[in-house]
T-cell receptor
Framework: NAGVTQTPKFQVLKTGQSMTLQCAQDMNHEYMSWYRQDPGMGLRLIHYSVGAGITDQGEVPNGYNVSRSTTEDFPLRLLSAAPSQTSVYFC???????????FGPGTRLLVL | AQSVTQPDIHITVSEGASLELRCNYSYGATPYLFWYVQSPGQGLQLLLK??????LVQGIKGFEAEFKRSQSSFNLRKPSVHWSDAAEYFCAVGVVGGNEKLTFGTGTRLTIIP
């Protein structure tokens, strides 16, 4: 199993540009989540999904959209990037019967 | 809402010395508790977790943690650190039946000196 994969590893955007951060898992996990990591703030939950077709907001959802059309994929969309969205983004997944989350390697995003 | 406090932003220890990283949580019921480690430029790796039962839990890489309900703490320990333990450590609390409400502390950066 590849586990949780994320692409790209690093991205530079200009303010106002849009982009999609990709996340995929091959473990057939029901739950998937997106976090952002900022210095001195730990990880904060952006959006999560409890299964295909079901998503919900986390702690810091503004400026981000998600969808879950398949069990494997959970893309995160930035419709109009802002400098405040400069961060490291982590995707995570877990099976429905287990509380442990498995994290991807992260995407480092810089918005100029 | 639950919260996690890691009071030490940065800790430096000598190789071979013992280590204790502090974690305090706030939650009205029994939480799920986790310790994750993040090496530079890497994702988060689970070290250990506590759900119920024995309050002293063993994890990977020789780490252990003890859940103390009376002190709302879940401190991470290692009897003898290795240079490869240099990383950032995150404590996290989850809500029983609370789907994805995993709340992280702000992390403790561990530096190992020869």
């Amino acid at each position: 199993n590849a586990g949780v994969t994320q692409t790209p590893k690093f991205q530079v955007l200009k303010t106002g540009q849009s982009m999609t951060l990709q996340c995929a898992q091959d473990m057939n996990h029901e739950y998937m989540s997106w976090y952002r990591q900022d210095p001195g703030m730990g990880l904060r939950l952006i959006h999560y999904s409890v299964g295909a077709g079901i998503t919900d907001q986390g702690e810091v959802p503004n400026g981000y959209n998600v969808s879950r059309s398949t069990t494997e994929d959970f893309p995160l969309r930035l419709l109009s990037a802002a400098p405040s969205q400069t961060s490291v983004y982590f995707c995570a997944s877990r099976p429905g019967q287990e509380e442990t989350q498995y994290f991807g390697p992260g995407t480092r995003l810089l918005v100029l | 809402a639950q919260s996690v406090t890691q009071p030490d932003i940065h800790i430096t220890v000598s190789e071979g010395a013992s280590l204790e990283l502090r974690c305090n949580y706030s939650y009205g019921a029994t939480p799920y508790l986790f310790w994750y480690v993040q090496s530079p430029g890497q994702g988060l790796q689970l070290l250990l977790k506590y759900f119920s039962g024995d309050t002293l839990v063993q994890g990977i890489k020789g780490f252990e943690a003890e859940f103390k309900r009376s002190q709302s703490s879940f401190n991470l320990r290692k009897p003898s650190v290795h240079w490869s333990d240099a990383a950032e450590y995150f404590c996290a609390v989850g809500v029983v039946g609370g789907n994805e409400k995993l709340t992280f502390g702000t992390g403790t950066r561990l530096t190992i000196i020869p």
